[in-house]
């Protein structure tokens, strides 16, 4: 990989503008999967989904495919899906439990952890056989029972990583009555024809929503009007949302966006859960308010239900929104191609109708077939195809550049809540995983 | 008439192939679900995710979506061929008739082909000479894998 030393790659990213090669170039792809997606901290999923011994479930970190399962000694391992002898997926995809993994191909089993257990016609081999198990993630972490994985053997830990991006994680458990959350009521998983940066890029660009989202826009205001306690529709917090992403420029402009060193950015003071949730004056939230405060107090629960951090990203693979319960991952495929898993949280201690509500929410706008991700799509694809083009080879991230204000926190601020600010920060991190080392 | 569910079911089929998304909806009762599950077998449609599930209102406005100048994974909207068949009556209940048909779906859009298949079933009510759906339910035989967006009506 010579031909991307430190110098060219910091060509390629400028501080206003990126180079095309950067989500078209299949070489600069490879070496993301090993520099980025092969040392970050990846986001895996939620501890409820592997809630008992031998639960697990399968995913990927970057192109890798990988098991998540409950230890018998409690822990969360994560382990390479490849068999060691000659290389089969040892687990089908999906969920369940299992006491072990048993290879389809030769009958080779190996335990929770990894570790061979057993395998036919083990005279064949002369020596011991001990360290042939599967390969294991070196660094498992959970935070406020998000589990991260990282497939490098040493670099920042969990915390160190999230930085201020903790406080995202805190509201969205915080949230929860008793910080008890769960994944469940079905997973979308939407694919595109683009680059996997390009879905971070979009997650808190409040410049893109009056345009992308015109249509949705347009139509959620000629929806019914959400309608009073015990009268409401089923979709009512969709047409909230739609309607919100309608919102004059200068409300945009007003929005809070902030960066951290490691990539990862929020968007506030967007939406309060007046605006947006189910309403402060309905019945349910007020229901939903009780419970909350009945564990945590009620001073402690006004502030939480204060604080709107709406559009979290942690970079490289995961965006939430704390409000509505919803995470989303995503998983490069190639170049052009990318797929993001959608993943809706129960607050297990809460009014049934808070969790309906986000199921509405993630049909209409989140979906594979809802009114609103359909047309990001669209827009990723047409940008992907842009990136065609050889007569045009940079992209403009300068918005609000020049403009950032260093916060006592060691966050980063755009000037502006259109600032491509978050950009920024994603493209200084990424530099400084492609050059770690070269 | 023998064969008039039949002939229903391609009517439906034929407005949605020629994109008289209008004439369509009419089809549906005013109190209509439409509903393409995300789950295989799946049984809740309040506490877990669907593809699609609209009301009538929402299936008016997604049409109305459709049409919108701006609506960029709709404009154009793909071309679709809707292929009905093994039609099968799986009973009467509540002045409704069930009935069960297959679809294959081929749609064609931005240089893009894709094939759907699914399992349908229609809840028909009888309105004069013809029918009006009350429920339309579309279980995709890869509901539960990576898809690319979805801008069509099945
Ligand atoms: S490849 Fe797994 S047992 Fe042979
Ligand atoms: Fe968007």
């Given at each position: 990989m010579g031909a991307f030393d430190r110098e060219r790659l910091a060509m390629l990213v400028q501080p206003d503008r990126v180079h095309r090669s950067v989500y078209s170039d299949p070489a600069i792809f490879e070496l993301e999967m090993e520099r980025v997606f092969g040392y970050a901290w990846l986001i895996l999923g939620h501890e409820s989904q592997v809630r008992h011994a031998g639960d697990y479930f399968t995913t990927r970190m970057g192109r890798e495919p990988v098991i998540v399962v409950r230890h018998d000694d409690g822990s969360v391992r994560v382990l390479v899906n490849r068999c060691a002898h000659r290389g089969s997926m040892v687990c089908a995809e999906g969920r369940g439990n299992t006491e072990r993994f048993v290879c389809p191909y030769h009958g080779w089993s190996y335990d929770r952890g990894g570790r061979l257990h057993a395998m036919p016609f083990e005279s064949g081999y002369a020596g011991k056989l001990g360290e042939l198990g599967l390969h294991a993630a070196p660094r498992v972490a959970l935070y406020r029972g998000f589990i991260f994985a990282s497939?490098?053997?040493?670099?920042?830990s969990l915390e160190d990583f999230l930085g201020p991006a903790c406080a995202s994680f805190d509201d969205l458990v915080d949230r929860a009555p008793g910080g008890e959350l769960e994944v469940t009521g079905g997973v979308f998983k939407h694919a595109y024809n683009g680059n996997w940066k390009l879905m971070l890029e979009n997650h808190l660009d409040g410049a893109h929503p009056a345009w992308v989202h015109a249509s949705s826009v347009a139509v959620a205001r000629g929806a019914?009007?959400?309608?009073?306690p015990g009268e409401e529709h089923y979709y009512d917090i969709a047409v909230r949302q739609m309607r919100q992403n309608g919102a004059p420029d200068a409300v945009w402009e007003a929005v809070g966006v902030w960066t951290t060193r490691f990539g990862h950015g929020y968007l506030g003071d967007y939406h309060n859960d007046d605006r947006l949730?189910?309403?402060?004056?309905n019945p349910v939230f007020a229901e939903y308010h009780r419970m909350l405060a009945a564990k945590v107090g009620e001073a402690e629960a006004k502030r939480i239900l204060g604080v709107t951090l709406w559009n979290s990203i942690i970079y490289p693979n995961c965006s939430f929104m704390s409000q509505f319960r919803q995470l989303r991952i995503v998983h490069p495929l190639a170049v052009d191609r990318s797929v993001v898993y959608t993943y809706s949280l129960r607050?297990?201690?809460?009014?049934p109708q808070m969790f309906r509500d986000t199921v509405a929410f993630a049909n209409v706008v989140?979906?594979?077939?809802?009114w609103v991700l359909t047309d990001d799509l669209e827009v990723y694809e047409r940008v992907q195809r842009g990136?065609?083009?050889?007569?045009v080879e940079w992209l403009n991230i300068g918005r609000g550049h020049g403009r950032d204000v260093d916060e006592p926190d060691g966050t980063r601020r755009g000037g502006t809540g259109t600032s491509e600010i978050y950009i920024r920060a994603q493209m200084r991190v990424w530099l400084d995983y492609m050059t770690a080392g070269a | 008439m023998p064969g008039e569910i039949e002939q229903f079911l391609y009517h439906e089929a034929h407005l949605l192939d020629t994109q008289r998304f209008e004439e369509w909806l009419d089809l549906f009762t005013e109190d209509a679900t439409y509903w393409v599950p995300l789950e295989q077998n799946q049984s809740d449609p309040v506490e877990t995710s669907s593809i699609i599930h609209d009301d009538r209102t929402l299936l008016e406005l997604r049409v109305k979506q459709a049409r919108h100048p701006r609506a960029h994974a709709r404009t154009p909207m793909a071309r679709t061929v809707h292929q009905v068949g093994n039609v099968r009556l799986l009973g009467e209940s509540d002045g409704e008739l069930r009935v069960a048909s297959t679809l294959v779906l081929v749609e064609f859009r931005a240089e893009r082909q894709r094939v759907w298949g699914g399992l349908v079933e229609h809840r028909l009510r009888s309105a004069g000479a013809t029918f009006r759906i009350s429920h339309k339910r579309i279980d995709l035989v890869n509901s539960e894998g990576e898809l690319d967006g979805i801008a069509i009506l099945f």
């Open positions: 497939l490098a053997e040493s670099g920042p019914p009007d959400p309608g009073p949730v189910v309403g402060l004056g607050m297990k201690q809460a009014p989140n979906g594979t077939a809802s990136f065609s083009s050889g007569a | -």
